[in-house]
């Protein structure tokens, strides 16, 4: 089947790559121009696990076409959109404009029996909104909503793997149309569920808003531990060995980042304000409050650490917002960078990919290798859980950094290796790390 994936930033391109590879025929539609260069120049912008070669091979077998020519849509059948719905500003929802512009550049090219399918992550309603446009420009073709769950690092195996599928439908056409785009994750076993366009929306909105609760819950329970003399990483562990909790997104830290978790939970909130739920919209704004609360923690004793130091200096190792992407979005990493250049702390940041070039932020003093970030550092931050950091050897760094003090905000490293080697380590809520 001709299938076109309208928007190829992280989430279509991987869409579009993968499911190229299971034998379908793509054509990707993406405004930028200078984004579909690199594309066909094989110089991607994203730093995805496995994507680069699966774009090189559909490219070179033909099975993908990339361009920023909307009519090559033209003969698909089956049309994802793909494009991002951001924040209209901070706790003001979400930006449908862009699914609504792409929805008016792909009409032109549809034709009776088409099927157009959202993926974006939504507020319920948007797909309704959506079908009403649709209808008015091509009466003929039909809209779903098929929501991805993918997670950034594991994306291509997440798209190729999913744990089920979930196809907001209004007829069993289009249901069946989804049926042969996603035929050879069917044939594993994959699990498929077909609800209503609102269900869809809301289940994949519902899914990161509980994520987020899960971390910031633990995040909690994890201050609670430190203010009892209690282990707040065996808490966590045993706590998602329940397995009606589940370990996942139960790793207490820094807190989340990223272009989901932190948007969507806020969208929730906006969403559950607009319809009059207010205790669902003080549930979800307290959520995204106890997750930037971690970073005014770590700021403060941090500063504490350094105050009466001449021209102290923080290393933190990590920018990007969790380990195997280099997606700044929302990042803690970045955040708490500024937050300590903010209290008059010289900050340096070492990532594996993030780069000053990847345009994090031009204020950024960022370094190429982590023992550069630690030369002369009062205080060495883990910010992002890179296996890099587990090979560091602290026994050499003793001698780059100024004071041999490090805080491990994402629990990675080996805490009996850096105290055997003359480090003061600290985990994220060590009791001594109790600021009140
Ligand atoms: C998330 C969802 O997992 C995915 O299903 C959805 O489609 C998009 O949003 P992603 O943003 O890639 O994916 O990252 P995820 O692995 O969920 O982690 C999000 C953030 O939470 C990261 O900053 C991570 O460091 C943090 N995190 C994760 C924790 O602090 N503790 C945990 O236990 C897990």
Known sequence: MRISVI?????????????????????????????????????????????????????????????????????????????????????????????????????????????????????????????AQLHRESPDAELAWNPEF??????VRDTLAPQRLIYGVSSPEAARLLDEVYAPILDTGTQRVITDLATAELVKLATNAFLATKISFINTIARLAATSGADALQTAQLLGADPRIGASHLHPGLGYGGGCLPKDTRGLAYFAQQAGVMEAAQ?????????????????????????????????????????????TRESPSIALAHALMNAGLRVRIADPVVTASCGADSRLEFVRTAEEAMREADVTLVATAWPDYQRLDPEELLSVVRCPLIVDTRNCLDPARWRNAGWEYHAMFDPVMRLR
């Open 283 to 327: 549930f979800f704004a307290q959520v995204d409050a106890v997750n930037t609360a971690q970073r005014q923690h770590i700021t403060e004793w941090v500063t504490a650490q350094c105050r009466g130091r001449q021209e102290p200096q923080v290393a933190i190792l990590g920018a990007s917002f969790k380990a195997d992407t280099d997606d």
């Open 150 to 155: 993918l997670a950034e690092g594991t994306a």
């Open 7 to 131: 928007g190829l930033g992280r989430l279509g391109l991987v869409h579009a790559a993968a499911l190229a590879s299971l034998g379908h025929t793509f054509v990707g539609v993406e405004m930028d121009t200078e984004r579909v260069r690199k594309i066909h120049d094989g110089t991607l912008e994203m730093h995805e696990p496995g994507l680069a070669d699966l774009v090189r091979t559909a490219l070179t077998d033909g099975t993908l076409d990339v361009t920023s020519e909307p009519s090559a849509s033209l003969g698909a059948r089956a049309h994802f959109l793909t494009v991002g719905t951001p924040e209209l500003a901070p706790n003001e929802g979400f930006d449908a404009s862009y699914l609504e512009n792409a929805l008016r550049t792909l009409a032109p090219s549809l034709q009776p029996g088409d099927l157009v399918i959202g993926k974006s992550t939504v507020p319920p309603g948007t797909a309704a909104a959506l079908t």
